[in-house]
């Protein structure tokens, strides 16, 4: 599978980016059409005080950090909170920044710290990072349920209510799973760059990912199994 | 290859970074286990399903109050340098 980018629960979202000038009041494209490749040139720009540097990395990567923010937190005032936190907190320690992974990396970091905050600060005696020690949903549960989906099980439902399907079976998942699934599988982040992320070596994040594969296919068996629709 | 070790290579096949004779037992393995291929299929739909869902708009008011809160901060940067 080629990893995409991701939206509310799902993913692929994020056209190629016009990229805009974000201090005037009404957005305008901005003339250099800055291409990608070059955000070390960017950062490089903004550590010496450029702030319209700055202002094109936020307009490169602010609806990312939204939906990601959105996907781990599920609210929208925790997916804003942890928007505005991870842009000023990497404004402000843009100089610690050394470039050994990519900005967005780093961004990614930051927001991800900030949303699991929220989780605890929320449920403060069930979020945790560690590994359940116990998991009634894992491997050894895969062959519970197994039924086929037919080819294109997602046109059951109209489109709305599949998103508030994909909505609520990726709330259901353990954090560490969702944000596992999210950054590799929504995000498109390499195994590598998941684990610089979340402090975890490159196996735990392939057990974490598969885990959060299977118990999300589980999840959703009820809604798509062909009997559904006899 | 067994139905235990198929689940364990899951996500390296569905990445498409398994070895190619790992692959290849495994296309063997599915060729002839029904469980197993309906596993593989579904996982698979289940990535392709969250990939093409519709992305979350970022809503206008959050993005006027980002810039805000950043522009704030620009000045107060240049205020104290």
């Known amino acids: 599978m080629v990893p995409c980018q991701m939206s509310v629960t799902g993913l692929c979202a994020q056209p190629p980016g016009a990229h805009w000038i974000l201090s ?60 505005q936190d991870a842009f000023l907190k990497s404004y402000q320690n843009l100089d610690r920044f050394q470039g050994d992974s990519r900005f967005y990396t780093w961004l990614v970091r930051i927001a991800v710290n900030e949303a699991l905050m929220k989780l605890r600060k929320r449920r403060p005696n069930q979020v945790s990072l560690d590994e359940p020690l116990t998991d009634s949903d894992g491997e050894d549960s895969v062959f519970r349920e197994i039924e086929d989906w037919g080819p294109s099980p997602e046109k059951k439902f109209a489109q709305v209510e599949l998103n508030e399907i994909l909505n609520s079976v990726i709330g259901e998942l353990d954090p560490i799973f969702r944000v596992a699934f999210l950054l590799r599988d929504a995000e498109g982040l390499s195994t590598e760059e998941t684990a610089q992320i979340l402090g975890i070596s490159s196996a735990a994040v ?20 062909r009997s559904e629709t006899q | 290859m067994n139905c235990k070790k198929v689940i364990l290579e899951l996500t390296s096949y569905l990445d498409g970074i398994l070895d190619s004779n790992m692959r290849l037992d495994l296309e063997q393995h599915l060729s002839r286990c029904t469980d197993c291929r309906l ?43």
Do not use: W
Request: with cysteine; hydrophobic share 40%; net charge positive.
């Open chain 1, 24 to 83: 005037a009041t009404d957005p305008k494209p901005l003339a250099s059409a800055i291409v990608r490749d070059d955000e070390a040139i960017l950062v490089s720009a903004a550590k010496a005080g450029d702030t319209a540097a700055f202002e094109e990395l936020v307009n490169r990567y602010e609806r990312k950090i939204f939906r990601l923010g959105m996907n781990i937190t599920q609210n929208r005032e925790d997916a804003e909170d942890v928007m």
């Open chain 1, 206 to 225: 392939k057990s974490r990912l598969l885990r959060a594969r299977l118990k999300l296919r589980q999840k959703l068996n009820k809604y798509f199994r």
């Open chain 2, 39 to 81: 596993v593989v299929d579904t996982c698979r739909k289940t990535i392709q399903i969250f990939c093409n869902s519709e992305p979350v708009p970022l809503p206008e008011d959050v993005r006027q109050r980002l810039h805000t809160a950043l522009l704030d901060r620009f000045r107060r940067n240049a205020k104290s340098t």
